[in-house]
Every structure is written in structure tokens, then in C-alpha cells.
């Protein structure tokens, strides 16, 4: 699937062009998803998972991770959106240079604050975030007299030099991260450097193509997060049986889901690109 299938209508939505009223699949278990995103609060009284679909046949379901999972994929990405979560980007992102589809897509729908991204926008009209072109592999990804629009941070605030600080190159919306200096081995605790003694992070990474990318995949990334929390691990006393199932369950969970945001943006499948997305959605997720 190219690219334009699928950020097409997410620039169509920011437009107004497009209804976008609820799920697109008529599935029960798209409605069972609209349904528990409007009320996050209900969950089983035993396990914390979420509630299931309404009785039919007198036979009450819950949806499989999996379809639960396909659902949400299916869902439009306004439908995502959690109020309490979100910020906003104010007025000012309409000064930004910046394509047209990624500015209306950034006011319409803003950012979600974690897991992982913190959303936080400036509040100039011109470019904040400067690069540390500390060499080439963040030469390959941005020149030293690019600037870019600051979205957030993201990952760990643990020292402000090393802080990912994501932005907007002015001029294009490619999405990238910005670091105040590489990270090296002598960065992590002490005892863990003999285990990796040629660390470097550089002081650039690569995350989307688009706004317009990293916004919708910013907002399905924090949806996946919340239905695997609603099917939590089977108690350590539950046959050996399940736990596998559970794990293999998951398993299918990040690799469909990693597959369908490369279909967002094909740039998550360029190794040499390397978007943190990846390792989020496979290892953290």
C-alpha cells in the first residue's frame, strides 16, 4: 500500500473533507472498541481487563486481542483522540513552514501526551530546535543550518543534553530527533559499559516523512498501548498453555501493528533510516 493510501484521507479529515463520524467497519468488535475508548473507566471487577460486547444469543464475547487490535486499526484516527490527553497547537502552527497537510493535521488532531512522547509545542513562528551535526551520521539525516519546529520530547528526561527533543524540519515536516550531544558508553552506569563499549546514539535520529505521519502514528501508538494493558498477562497459577497463547498473542499484536504503521509510513522499513518507532513498537510495546 503506498504512503498517499493511506495519509490522504488524514489530510482529507484536517481539511473538513471527509466524514469521520465513527468507525469505519461495521464490525461488532469496532463498536466494542468505540465503545471502550468512550468509557476507559469500565473494566472487569477481577483482572482489570476490559468489559465484553453486549450479550447476543445470551452469550457475552470479548473480541480477541487480535480483532480488538484490527478494529482500532480500522477506526478513524479522530475516533482515537483522548481530550485529556491531548494538546493542542495553537494558532501559531499556521505561520509554521511546513506542507500544508501537516499543519492542519497537527491543529486538528495535536499530540498526545506519553506513553513515551511528551508533547510540548513552541510557541515562536520561527524554528527553535538547532542540530548537533556532531558528524556523519547525523550529517546523512540534516544539514547544520536546518532548523526545526519543536513538537516535544521524547523517551526519558534524565539529563537535558540527552533529552530527544522531536521537531519539524522547517521547509519539508520530515520528523526528527534531536539530541544536545551524542550518547556514548560514557553515559550509561558504570558497571554496564564492559557490555557496550562502542555505545553511540547519535546526536540526530530519523522518526517520520511526515507530520502528518508521526501524528497519526503518535495517537494509534498510545491506543495500542491501552488495549494491551486491557488484556494483562494470565495469573502466574494459569496452565503453561495459556501464557504461551498470551505471548504469542502479543507477539502477532506488534507485528501486526508495526506492519500496518509502515503502511502509514514506508520509511519505518528503511533500516538504514532506523526510527525509534521500530524498536518502540517491537520491544516496548
Avoid: K
Avoid at 473538513?16 to 472498541?33: K, L
Avoid at 501524528?215 to 496452565?239: K, N, Q, S
Amino acid at each position: 500500500m503506498a504512503a498517499e493510501h493511506h495519509l490522504g484521507p488524514v489530510a482529507a479529515l484536517a481539511e473538513g473533507s471527509e466524514e469521520d463520524d465513527g468507525p469505519v467497519d461495521g464490525g461488532r468488535a469496532v463498536r466494542w472498541v468505540a465503545r471502550r475508548r468512550a468509557r476507559p473507566w469500565a473494566v472487569e471487577e477481577q483482572g482489570g481487563g476490559y468489559d465484553s460486547l453486549p450479550a447476543e444469543d445470551g452469550v457475552a464475547e470479548v473480541p480477541s486481542l487480535h480483532d480488538a487490535m484490527v478494529a482500532m486499526l480500522a477506526a478513524p484516527l479522530s475516533s482515537l483522540i483522548e481530550l485529556q490527553a491531548q494538546v493542542r497547537f495553537g494558532a501559531v502552527t499556521d505561520q509554521w513552514d511546513l506542507p500544508t497537510s501537516d499543519r492542519l493535521t497537527l491543529r486538528r488532531f495535536g499530540l498526545p501526551v506519553g506513553p513515551l512522547l511528551r508533547a510540548a509545542p513552541q510557541a515562536e513562528t520561527s524554528p527553535a530546535l538547532t542540530p548537533n551535526v556532531a558528524g556523519d551520521l547525523e550529517r546523512r539525516l540534516i544539514s547544520a543550518d536546518h532548523r526545526l519546529y519543536l513538537l516535544g520530547v521524547y523517551g526519558a528526561a534524565f539529563d537535558t543534553n540527552l533529552s530527544i527533543r522531536v521537531g519539524a524540519v522547517a521547509g519539508t515536516g520530515r520528523v526528527l530527533g534531536i539530541r544536545g550531544r551524542p550518547l556514548t558508553t560514557d553515559d550509561i552506569p558504570e558497571q554496564l559499559r564492559p557490555y557496550h563499549p562502542n555505545l553511540y546514539h547519535p546526536a540526530v535520529c530519523y522518526f517520520n516523512s511526515s507530520v502528518a505521519a508521526f501524528v497519526e502514528i503518535a495517537w494509534r501508538w498510545r491506543a495500542a498501548v491501552e488495549l494491551l494493558r486491557a488484556y494483562p498477562e494470565p495469573h502466574y497459577t494459569a496452565p503453561l498453555h495459556e501464557h504461551e497463547h498470551h505471548h504469542a498473542e502479543v507477539d502477532r499484536f506488534r507485528a501486526t501493528f508495526l506492519e500496518n504503521m509502515t503502511r502509514i509510513d514506508p520509511t519505518l522499513g528503511d533500516r538504514d533510516l532506523d526510527s525509534p518507532w521500530v524498536e518502540t513498537i517491537t520491544e516496548d510495546l
